[in-house]
């Protein structure tokens, strides 16, 4: 176990064991000859352009299936510089150079894009390089290929096959050093945190640009090195030598192996060239073993290998982040309460003609809380997006003693802004320190081979220890439970030393004991001289710790003050619970007797990781019944929903419908069962008619949709019976609503759930469709609307529920709750 954690761990007797390996390979080369020495060159050429991939896959997470071309630049680089007077090693480091200058400017415009048609690119890349190779005649030789090259000359001795084997192996030898202080420096771990998110890369002032085109670069170096190699090695080379099949080997080698491991082009280049050698006995079976084989490897060890090895075996020694007392204000250094405030003036942007934003002013103090609220699509994101440079204002500016707004986001970062997300984006394959280790650079990386230092890792597990993490530092980010996940993002950030921290829902999913610690922790951020601002729904916690208070509605400004000053403004309340014309009707007659319920949620807790969302929630809806569930933003009413139609599986509890359980059953069972789910944002078919969208609603149905129910149905929205061939995506969003509750009705379900069927519509449109939702109930469809927009759903409900922070806090009839001060309370938390 011990040589094992040395082979893959990454001190420095990882070092030791690269230098000891490539020492007895080479022992070994030298004592073989004949065709074995081929096979080593080519075995070591492979390790080198697996190296080369690994760098490029492995730590930017980029794919090329046109390596082949980079090792056919460098074969015909150096065949054709040897056979005009050069030198081997002269014409060795031109190959390398000339592969890396075409990697850069192929890297340039196939890095602007990303999954498939990088791919592409990169595929066709192989194949202009093999077709030029043909078709340059004067230079290449065309399809009748090089040959009789010089052999290389080392201090005037002759090298022949088993040099050429010895040299390859050493420089594979010493691009696996190269690698491997590469990977575990600074470089290497920026080229992850790209890898695992680009958006979190550029808030800690990473360009994700300059760190793929330099993996792209140094990949084509190594590629490159090894096709010089090559050239002296085969003695003749050709188009036909550089089948575009061989760069499907490559990133079959590195894949097989493990990509982003050490080890793993090893292993791989081994299995890929030695597989084959060890079946040459089986004649035509051969290829057909050898598929066979790697499919069977690749099925058994998905992480490849020496990844698989690496997972099972846990060889990562825990380490608890220090406890020592950690200044903050130290650690920032700057006197930040006495730097220039954020200053956002009349800023302003628009989405495809929907006015996200308009007319935000505000200014954010150092060592005060700023905290920016509104309902659902008010956008508060969006202001964030703007400061942090992720979105570039129509109109107005950002500035931070200059303007900001409108440059780069990871330039902004280095100017001292920096963020958390609503969900975290943590670099989920890298551990905990190195999360704070790459943010501790705040984009200045060294040069290329740079470390970290001493003080630099004692810093990291510091400020994890200050936010409050005290478990191992070394797990993986994507294994940690969601608050810690909140807390090491909180931990990131504050690396950078910012002097702006923009924090978006950093309370989502916490429960009431971590909220009270977080509420402290930005407290002290704030102490420090940080100027804070905060996106939160949890208006408990806004309203205990903000110092200024922003509300937007529909991307306006409504107010500012402090927290007493916002709580009492009708404004606020108004666009928290729905200020609208719409006046609804009452329901025509009454409910016939409750004797058994059409959905029950009972004791229902329901979360993500350790957090539970839903605690405890009992819900009762009857027969013909509408009724709403009321609550803020993240009160856990969409989770409610997805975990009543089996989209999000429970913790506890049990959900009933119509005297079924419906644990045991998957989602399209439980839509079968009578269940139909109308989500939010409408989650319509964009490129499929309207006529397509509302038919996949009877996917369900056992008997046929006759054409009178077909036009019954469309008789409730004459808006979609005049564009039934239209394409779904050029609909308004009030069209798709209705579109989506018409998907919904036509399966005939036992009940319609609503989530959010309000949202971003206009008044106009809401009266429209709220109108339809009335007709529904008066003619009996069971209906469980969640809404944010309290009044609102009320107007067309019979009960209601009050959810807060996952719990029923109150319920009753709709006409009761609709002055109810506990709506109040639920939405714009308790009075100071």
């Known amino acids: 176990m011990t040589a094992l954690r040395a082979l893959v761990g990454s001190s420095k007797a990882v070092y030791a064991s690269i230098i000891l390996i490539t020492i007895m390979s080479a022992v070994f080369a030298a004592s073989v000859d004949g065709y074995i020495n081929f096979i080593l060159a080519l075995a070591a050429m492979n390790i080198l352009v697996g190296i080369g991939l690994n760098i490029l896959l492995g730590l930017s997470g980029q794919v090329s299936f046109g390596h082949v071309g980079f ?124 890898r695992d998110s680009e958006i979190a890369a550029q808030s800690i002032g990473l360009n994700p640009l300059i760190m793929k085109t330099m993996s792209f670069v140094l990949s084509a170096l190594l590629t490159g090195l090894a096709g010089a190699i090559y050239a002296p090695l085969n003695m003749f080379i050709s188009p036909s030598s550089f089948p575009f099949f061989q760069s499907i080997l490559f990133i079959l080698a590195v894949v097989i192996g493990g990509a982003g491991t050490l080890w793993g082009p090893v292993v791989g280049a081994l299995v890929v060239v030695l597989l084959p050698e060890f079946l040459s006995d089986f004649a035509e079976y051969r290829l057909l073993l050898f598929g066979a084989l790697l499919l069977g490897v690749l099925w058994a060890a998905p992480r490849g290998i020496v990844g698989t090895l690496f997972y099972w075996l846990r060889l990562d020694e825990p380490q608890k982040a220090a406890v020592r007392d950690f200044d903050l204000g130290s650690y920032l250094g700057a006197k930040l309460l006495d730097t220039l405030p954020l200053v956002v003036d009349a800023i302003g942007i628009s989405f495809g003609g929907v006015q996200a934003a308009k007319d935000v002013s505000f200014t954010a103090y150092p060592g005060k809380i700023t905290s920016v609220i509104g309902p659902n699509g008010a956008g508060k994101t969006t202001v964030l997006n703007i400061i942090g440079g992720f979105y570039k204002p129509d109109e107005g500016s950002v500035q931070l003693g200059e303007k900001i707004s409108g440059i780069a986001a990871h330039e902004i970062a280095r100017s001292g802004v920096s963020r958390t997300y609503q969900t975290t984006q943590l670099f989920e394959h890298m551990s905990l320190r190195e999360n704070i280790l790459v943010a501790l650079r705040q984009g200045q990386l060294g040069w290329l081979l740079s470390h970290c230092s001493a003080d630099d890792i004692a810093v990291a597990d510091d400020l994890l220890g200050f936010v409050g993490y005290s478990g191992n530092v070394n797990m993986l980010a994507g294994n940690l439970p969601h608050v810690d996940k909140r807390l090491v993002e909180i931990a990131r950030a504050l690396a950078t030393k910012p002097k702006i921290l923009l924090l978006d829902e950093p309370a989502a999913g916490l429960m009431s004991e971590d909220k009270v610690r977080l509420a402290d922790l930005l407290k002290v951020i704030a102490g420090a001289g940080i100027a804070v601002i905060l996106v939160e729904h949890d208006m408990s916690l806004v309203m205990d710790i903000s110092d200024h208070v922003v509300v937007l509605d529909a991307g306006a400004p409504l107010m500012q003050g402090t927290s007493l000053d916002v709580q009492e403004n009708p404004l606020v309340l108004q666009a928290y619970l729905g200020a609208t014309a719409f006046k609804g009707r009452p329901r025509n007659g009454t409910l016939a007797d409750r004797q058994s319920t059409t959905l029950t949620a009972h ?63 998957s989602t399209h069972q439980i839509v079968a069962s009578g269940m139909m789910l109308v989500p939010e944002g409408r989650q319509v078919f964009p490129d499929m008619t309207l006529r397509d969208n509302i038919m996949l609603g009877t996917w369900t149905r056992k008997d046929q949709v006759t054409e009178d129910e077909f036009d019954a149905l469309l008789s409730r929205f004459p808006r979609l019976r005049e564009r039934l061939s239209s394409n779904a995506g050029v609909l308004s969003g009030g069209e798709q609503q209705m579109l989506a509750i018409a998907r919904g009705l036509i399966a005939k379900p036992k009940i319609l759930l609503l989530d959010e069927p309000s949202l971003g519509l206009s008044p106009a449109m809401i009266g429209e469709l709220f109108d339809v939702l009335a007709d529904l109930r008066d003619e009996g469809v069971t209906i469980l609307i969640v809404d944010q927009m309290a009044n609102l759903a009320l107007t067309v409900a019979d009960r209601g529920y009050v959810l807060e922070n996952g719990c029923i806090i109150h319920q009753g009839l709709a006409a009761n709750l609709k002055d109810d001060p506990a709506i109040k309370a639920a939405y714009l938390g308790k009075s100071a």
């Open 71 to 194: 090792f056919a630049i460098g074969a015909y680089a150096s065949g054709v510089l040897t056979l005009n007077g050069f030198g081997f090693w002269p014409a060795f480091l031109a190959a390398g150079l000339i592969s890396a200058a075409v990697g850069f400017l192929l890297a340039l415009p196939a890095l602007r894009v990303s999954g498939p048609y990088l791919a592409m690119m990169t595929i066709a890349f192989a194949f202009i390089i093999e077709h030029g190779a043909i078709e340059w005649h004067l230079l290449t030789g065309g399809s009748n290929g090089l040959m009789g090259f010089p052999s290389p000359m080392f201090f005037g001795h002759t090298m022949d096959e088993a040099d050429i084997a010895l040299m390859s192996i050493i420089l594979a030898g010493v691009g696996l050093l190269f690698y491997q202080r590469l990977a575990t420096g600074n470089w290497g771990r920026a080229m992850r945190a790209v």
């Open 603 to 665: 004791k229902l807790t329901a979360g993500y990781g350790a957090a539970p969302v839903l605690d405890d929630v009992h819900i009762d809806v009857y027969p013909g019944e509408t009724v709403a569930v009321l609550g803020a933003n993240g009160a856990g009413k969409s989770t409610m929903l997805r975990a009543m139609c089996g989209l999000h599986r429970p913790i506890t509890g049990s959900v009933v419908l119509s005297d079924q359980e419906t644990s045991d059953k």
